[in-house]
């Protein structure tokens, strides 16, 4: 099991940055991929961006290519999420997560979650 810890969230206006992090702990020796999600009011839990711990490929949602940059520091068992250009749609609480496969955008795919941060986006 892998504990996840969030943090990087708060309020912010539309065309603004956050930088949010996940510290990973625990038996992460399993994991291959670590990702991120969010989830609106009333709405799904949708995939945001993930990367493959060991090779550092990237995948990203259609929503934010180009306005977000998902990377990891091995040594600190931290995946990090650059989020630029946030617009009000953006505003959820965004999710870190491992898988076993490798570059996965499915929620069943994630074994382990953290208990989310909050981020905001003002117009």
């Known amino acids: 099991q892998v504990q996840l810890v969030e943090s990087g969230g708060g309020l912010v206006q539309a065309g603004g940055s956050l930088r949010l992090s996940c510290a990973a702990s625990g038996r992460t020796f399993s994991t291959n991929t670590m990702g991120w999600f969010r989830q609106a009011p009333g709405k799904e839990r949708e995939f945001v961006a993930a990367i493959s711990w060991h090779f550092g490929s990237t995948y990203y949602a259609d929503p934010v290519k180009g306005r977000f940059t998902i990377s990891r520091d091995n040594i600190k068992n931290t995946v990090y999420l650059q989020m630029n250009g946030l617009k009000p749609e953006d505003t959820a609480v965004y999710y870190c997560?491992?898988?076993?496969?490798?570059?996965?955008?499915?929620?069943?795919?994630?074994?382990?979650w953290g208990q989310g941060t909050q981020v905001t986006v003002s117009s």
């Open positions: 997560a491992t898988a076993r496969s490798y570059g996965s955008r499915r929620f069943n795919d994630y074994e382990d």
